[in-house]
C-alpha cells in the first residue's frame, strides 16, 4: 500500500474539520450569544450577518463526514457507533438551528424559534466538544469494532471539553460581530468577547494540562527529548496572540479580534495533532490501519484536487459578495 | 426490555430517510422551477414572472432548510446504524458521496445565499443564474446518491476479498445496470411532485378568486409540464421494471404477488399476500396482463416468490402495496394532466371549478409516489442491504436495541415539530399570496428593482 496517501487524506480530512471548526464556530457561536441579544431587531441583525453562509458552513461538516467514510472507513466503523447519542444529539440539536433560520423569519411570534436557535447552537457545540474530548482519551476496539457501551463518552474530561468549545465557538461568534455588525450587537459583542477570551484561555490551560497527566502517551509526545525543542513555541505563540487580541479588542479594532480568534483555534488545534499523531482512533487505530484501499483514495483524491479549488473559489466569492458591515433594519430575504 | 437491534436501526433510517425525501422531491424541481421563472422575467421584462418568482423562493427557502438539516443526519446515520455496511462497501460507496459533497452540496448551498439574500445585491442575471445553479446542483446530488443507491441494487465494477468490496472499474460502478432507469424515474417523479404542487396552488387560488393572473400563469406552467412528463413517467417506470426483472427477478414477483413461476402471471388489482401459506387471498385480477407487461408474450413466464426459500424473500405485503400505491398516482397523473390539457385546449380550463377543486387538493399525490416507489425498491431489495452481497442483519453497528429506540423517539418528536410546523408555513405564506410576499420581502431600495425592470425592458426591446 502506498504509504503517503492516507497522510494525504489525513491531511484533507484534517483541513475539512479546520475549515469546519472556524466557519461554522462563528455561526454557532452567534446561537450561543442568542440569549444575551436585548430585542429582536438586534437579534435579525445578528443573524442577518451570518445568514448568506451557515448552509454553506454545514457543508464542510458533512465533507469532514463523508471524507472519514471515503478515506478511512474503519476509523468511521468504530467512531460512529462509539459516539453514537452524542452525534445523534448533535444532530438533532442542528436540525432545530438550521430550520430556525427560516422559521423564526416566516413566524409571527419568535420567540419559540429564538430558544431553538441558541439551545440547539450551544448543544451542537456541546456535543461537538464532548466527541473530541473522549476521541483524545482513546476509545476501546476489539476485531476492528467498537466495543464499549451507549454511554462511555460521558467522562469529566470529555464534558469539560464540552464547555471549552463553547467558550470557544462563543469567541469566535463575538469576534465575528466585532467584524460585521455596528451599533449595540457590536458593543456587546465587544464585551463579551474579553469574558470569553479569558474562558477559551482557561480551558486551553486545563486541557493542555490534564491530557499529558492522564495520557501517558501524550506526555511523551511533548515533554521528551528531543522533541521538547521544536514543540515549546507552541504554547508561547498562544500566550502571545491572545494577548495581541486582548489588546486589539481594548483598541477597539473591528477585524483582527476575529483573525487572532481563527488563529488561536488553529493553534489549538495543532497542539491536537501534535498530540495525537498518527491515530485516528487513539489509542489504537493510526491511519494507516483505517485507510480505504488506494484505489478508493486515488479516485477521490482526484476529484478533491479537482473540485475543491472550485468549491473554495466560488465560497471566496459569496463572502465577498456579502463583505461589508449589517445595519439595524437590514432586509432579510 | 428486549429490543432487536436490526429492525430498530432499520426502523430509524427508514424514518428519518423517509422524512428527508419528502424535501428532495419538491426542492429539485423547485429550484428548476424558480430557474425558469427567472428567464421568463429577464426575457419578458413582466414583473408577474418576477413576484412568483420571489414568492416560491420564498416557500423554497422553508423547504430547503428542512431537506439540508434532515440530509446531513442521513449522512451521519450510515455510520451510527450500519457501522458493518460502512466498512464492507465503504470502498466502493465513499467516493460516491464524496463526489456528492464536492460536485453538488457546496454548490447548492453557497448560491443558495446568492439566490436567498443576493436579490438586492447582484444584477438580475447573476440572481436568474444562481437559481439555475442551485438547480443545477441539486441534479447532481441527485446522480450521485442515486448511483450510491443503484450499486446497492445491482452490484457491479467491483470484486469480492475476504467479505470486503473493492472497485476494481469506476465507470461500471458509477453507471451501474439500474442506475440509468432509477435516474430517469426519481428526477422525473422530482418535477411531477413539484409540479403538482405549483398545479394545486394556481388552482387553489382560481377557485378562491384571489390572484387570478398568478393563478392562471402557475396553472398553464404546471399542466404544460405534467401533460409531458406524467405519461414519460409510465414509460421510463415500464423499462425500469424491466431492468428489475433481469436483476432482482425475486423484487418484481413481490411487487406483482406472484408465487408459482410456472404459471404466467395475473396483474392484481388487489389482492392479500399469505406470506406463510404463499398464496393470495380475495385475487382481483387481470388475468396474464403481469406476463404481458413483463415478458411482452400472453405466456411469458417470470420467476415466482416461491422459487426461493422464505428467508430469501422480501416483505411481499409491504412491497406489493406500495407498489399499487404508486401506480395509482401515476395513473391520475397521466389523467388530470391531460384532462387539462384538454381543457385548457378547449378554452375552459379556468372555468371547470370542480377539475381546479379537484386539483386544489391534490397537492400530495407526488410526496406520497415518491414514498411509495422508494418502499417497493428499497424493500424489495431484503434481506439484501447490497444485493447479493450483505445482508441487512449482518450490517448493523453494535450499538444496543435500548439505544437505538430512545433516538428513534428522539427522531420522531424532533421531526413531528419540524414537520408540522414547516407545513404550516408553507401553507400560510401560500394564503398570503404572491404579491404581499413578493412585497414584503422587498425592502429594497427603490434602484435596484428599477434596474431590473430597465434590465428586462431592455431584454424585450432586443
Ligand atoms: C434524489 C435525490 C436525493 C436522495 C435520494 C437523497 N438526497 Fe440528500 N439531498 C438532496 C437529494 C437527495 C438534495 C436535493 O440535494 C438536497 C435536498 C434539499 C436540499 O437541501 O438538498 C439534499 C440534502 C442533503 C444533505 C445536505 C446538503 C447541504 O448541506 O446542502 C445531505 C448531507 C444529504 N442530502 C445526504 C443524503 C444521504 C446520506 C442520502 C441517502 C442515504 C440522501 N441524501 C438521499
Ligand atoms: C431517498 C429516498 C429513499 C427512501 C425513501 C428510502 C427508504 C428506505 C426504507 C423504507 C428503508 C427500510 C427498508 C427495510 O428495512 O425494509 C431503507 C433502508 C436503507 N436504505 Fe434507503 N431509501 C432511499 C434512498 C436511499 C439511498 C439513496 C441510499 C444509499 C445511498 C439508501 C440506503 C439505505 C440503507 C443503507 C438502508 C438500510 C438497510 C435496509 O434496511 O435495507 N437509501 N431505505
Ligand atoms: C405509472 C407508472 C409507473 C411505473 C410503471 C413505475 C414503475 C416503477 C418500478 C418498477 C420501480 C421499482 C424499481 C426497482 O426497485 O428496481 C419504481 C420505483 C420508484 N418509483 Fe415508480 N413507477 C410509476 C410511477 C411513479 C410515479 C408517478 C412516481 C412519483 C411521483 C414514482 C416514483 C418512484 C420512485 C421515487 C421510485 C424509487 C426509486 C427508483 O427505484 O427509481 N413512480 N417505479
Known sequence: MEWYLPLIWAAVIGIAVVMYVLLDGFDLGIGILFPFAENESERDQMTRSIAPYWDGNETWLVLGGAGLFVAFPRAYAVIMPAFYIPVIVMLLALVFRGIAFEFRHVSRSKTGWNIAFAAGSTLATFAQGVILGRLIQGIPVKDGAFSGGSFDWATPFALVCGLSLIAGYGLLGATWLVMKTEGPVAEKARAHAKTLLMAVLASMIVVSLWTPLTEPRVAARWFSLPNFYFLWPVPVVTAVVAYLEWRWLEARRDVSPFLATMALFLLGYLGLVISNFPYLVPPSLTVWDTAAVPASQIFMLLGTLLLLPIVIGYIVFIYWLFRGKVREGESYH | ?462
Open chain 2, 1 to 462: 426490555m428486549d429490543f432487536d437491534p436490526v429492525l430498530l436501526a432499520r426502523l430509524q433510517f427508514a424514518f428519518t430517510i423517509i422524512f428527508h425525501i419528502i424535501f428532495p422531491s419538491f426542492t429539485i424541481g423547485l429550484s428548476a422551477y424558480l430557474a425558469t421563472l427567472g428567464v421568463l422575467w429577464l426575457r419578458s421584462g413582466n414583473d408577474r414572472y418576477q413576484h412568483l418568482m420571489r414568492f416560491w423562493t420564498r416557500i423554497f427557502a422553508v423547504s430547503f432548510a428542512m431537506g439540508v438539516v434532515s440530509g446531513i443526519v442521513l449522512s451521519y446515520q450510515i455510520g451510527t446504524n450500519w457501522s458493518r455496511f460502512s466498512v464492507t462497501a465503504g470502498n466502493v460507496l465513499g467516493p460516491l458521496l464524496g463526489y456528492e459533497v464536492l460536485a453538488a452540496f457546496f454548490l447548492e448551498a453557497t448560491f443558495l445565499g446568492v439566490l436567498l439574500f443576493g436579490f438586492n445585491r447582484v444584477p438580475p442575471w447573476l440572481y436568474v443564474m444562481s437559481a439555475a445553479v442551485v438547480a443545477t446542483g441539486t441534479a447532481i446530488s441527485a446522480f450521485w446518491i442515486l448511483s450510491a443507491n443503484s450499486w446497492m441494487q445491482t452490484p457491479t465494477g467491483h470484486e469480492m476479498r475476504d467479505g470486503i468490496a473493492y472497485p476494481a472499474d469506476w465507470l461500471k460502478i458509477i453507471f451501474n445496470p439500474s442506475f440509468p432507469y432509477r435516474f430517469a424515474h426519481m428526477l422525473n417523479a422530482a418535477y411531477l411532485t413539484t409540479g403538482f404542487v405549483v398545479l394545486a396552488v394556481g388552482a387553489r387560488y382560481l377557485v378562491a378568486g384571489r390572484h387570478i393572473e398568478e393563478g392562471r400563469t402557475m396553472l398553464r406552467m404546471a399542466i404544460g409540464l405534467t401533460a409531458v412528463l406524467a405519461p414519460l413517467q409510465l414509460v421510463i417506470g415500464d423499462q425500469h421494471g424491466l431492468n428489475t426483472l433481469e436483476h432482482q427477478p425475486i423484487k418484481v414477483a413481490a411487487m406483482e404477488a406472484h408465487w408459482d413461476g410456472n404459471k404466467p402471471g395475473d396483474f392484481h388489482i388487489f389482492a392479500w399476500p399469505d406470506e406463510t401459506a404463499g398464496v393470495n387471498h380475495f385475487e382481483l385480477s387481470i388475468p396474464k396482463a403481469a406476463s404481458l407487461v413483463l415478458t411482452h408474450r400472453m405466456n411469458g413466464l417470470f420467476p415466482g416468490l416461491n422459487s426461493v426459500p422464505a428467508s430469501d424473500r422480501p416483505p411481499v405485503k409491504i412491497v406489493f402495496f406500495a407498489f399499487r400505491i404508486m401506480l395509482a398516482i401515476g395513473f391520475f397523473m397521466i389523467a388530470a394532466a391531460l384532462f387539462g390539457a384538454f381543457l385548457w385546449w378547449r378554452g375552459t380550463l379556468f372555468e371547470t371549478r370542480w377539475y381546479l377543486r379537484v386539483m386544489a387538493h391534490s397537492w400530495w399525490i407526488g410526496f406520497v409516489g415518491v414514498i411509495s416507489g422508494w418502499i417497493v425498491t428499497e424493500c424489495g431489495r431484503q434481506p439484501w442491504i447490497v444485493h447479493g452481497i450483505l445482508r441487512t442483519a449482518d450490517a448493523t453497528s453494535p450499538v444496543p436495541g435500548a439505544t437505538i429506540a430512545g433516538t428513534l423517539a428522539l427522531f420522531v418528536l424532533a421531526y413531528g415539530v419540524v414537520f408540522w410546523f414547516g407545513i404550516y408555513y408553507i401553507n400560510r405564506l401560500i394564503a398570503q399570496g404572491p404579491r404581499q410576499v413578493a412585497a414584503e420581502t422587498g425592502h429594497f431600495s427603490p434602484s435596484p428593482i428599477s434596474a431590473a425592470q430597465d434590465a428586462g425592458r431592455e431584454a424585450l426591446q432586443r
